[in-house]
């Protein structure tokens, strides 16, 4: 079965700095990839995904994400964060078919001014 | 496309009670998911229906969960006789066929007296 390791729990960064989240994923194949943020007592909100070719992706809100076959990782990352960033941001793999979508525990964004 | 929406955003009730959640999800989505989130953690699949079929359910919906989407397009969670352990969020997602990516309802969290 498939997993994903997301190993910051929280991370804290100054408003303006860069920003990079890590995730890795155990699975024999590539799987989708997908990053989701969450902001408190909200649902979760696609930001976006990896199916295949060009292994950068841009997402919404200046977010990009880079698959590496080699390290089984996708990390996300932003060139300047914004304080309305704040959020929990889930990393979560799809293997395809009728497999289920599993997230990763996620990592808690906070943003110093 | 209005989005996933969920009902209610937020339920109380003592343990040993009913409850009974509502998802409509993205009128042109024929999959429709159900995850339960408990905190600090990511979502955690627990069933998911395409158009009224019930195809998977998760060893996490014991006996006390049903859910049902009778004619393919709104989908009802129940949980009966309510215990502590029920506390969290759950979550109802809508996608298309295939890795199309799913999109969140805001979710409803449960308390548990």
């Known amino acids: 079965a498939q997993s994903v390791t997301q190993p910051d729990i929280h991370i804290t960064v100054s408003e303006g700095a860069s920003l990079e989240l890590r995730c890795n994923y155990s699975y024999g194949a590539t799987p989708y990839l997908f990053w989701y943020v969450q902001s408190p007592g909200q649902g979760l909100q696609l930001l976006l995904k990896?199916?295949?070719?060009?292994?950068l992706v841009q997402g919404i809100k200046g977010f990009e994400a880079e698959f590496k076959r080699s390290q089984s990782s996708f990390n996300l990352r932003k060139p300047s964060v914004h304080w309305s960033d704040a959020a929990e941001y889930f990393c979560?793999?799809?293997?395809?078919?009728?497999?289920?979508?599993?997230f990763g525990t996620g990592t808690r964004l906070t943003i110093i001014p | 496309d209005t989005g996933v929406s969920q009902d209610p955003r937020h339920k109380i009730t003592k343990r040993g009670q009913n409850v009974t959640f509502r998802c409509d999800p993205i009128s042109e989505h024929n999959r429709l998911y159900w995850y339960r989130q408990t905190l600090g953690q990511g979502p955690e699949f627990l069933t998911y229906?395409?158009?009224?079929?019930?195809?998977?359910k998760s060893r996490l919906l014991s006996d006390r969960f049903s859910a049902e989407r009778p004619k393919g397009s709104f989908s009802t969670l129940e949980i009966q006789r309510t215990e502590q352990g029920d506390s969290a969020m759950y979550l109802c997602a809508s996608g298309g066929q295939g890795n199309q990516p799913q999109h969140f309802g805001d979710g409803t969290r449960l308390s548990i007296l």
């Open positions: 979560a793999v799809y293997p395809g078919g009728n497999e289920k979508l599993t």
């Open positions: 990896y199916f295949s070719g060009d292994t």
């Open positions: 229906f395409q158009n009224e079929a019930q195809l998977e």
